[in-house]
Nanobody, 125 residues
């Protein structure tokens, strides 16, 4: 069992920055990858970024690459999402997720078997 807890969301003006954190606890040694997804009101949950835990390989949704950066601190069992140049359309609930088996499609939310509760990010214009 892996438990995930997100933090760092909030209200920010357009052009601002936020850093989300996702602290993992429990059987964290079994983590293969961690990902960030977001869900805006009335929309489906979508992939944002992912990182393989041991190798540190990253994957981003194309439209966000360059503004968002995913990273992890293995010693702290924590993944981060640095978000810069935020836009009102980035407003969403952001979720972190962990996958504990090796898989190829980091963008596929079905591959992740643990999820956090989500943290709200609101970007005002």
């Amino acid at each position: 069992q892996v438990t995930l807890a997100e933090s760092g969301g909030g209200l920010v003006q357009a052009g601002g920055s936020l850093r989300l954190s996702c602290a993992a606890s429990g059987r964290t040694f079994s983590t293969y990858a961690m990902g960030w997804f977001r869900q805006a009101p009335g929309k489906e949950r979508e992939f944002v970024a992912a990182i393989t835990w041991n190798e540190g390989n990253t994957l981003y949704t194309h439209s966000l690459k360059g503004r968002f950066t995913i990273s992890r601190d293995i010693a702290k069992n924590t993944a981060y999402l640095q978000m810069n140049s935020l836009k009102p359309e980035d407003t969403a609930v952001f979720y972190c997720a962990a996958g504990t088996h090796r898989f190829n499609y980091l963008h596929d939310l079905r591959e992740y078997n643990y999820w956090g509760q989500g943290t709200q990010v609101t970007v005002s214009s």
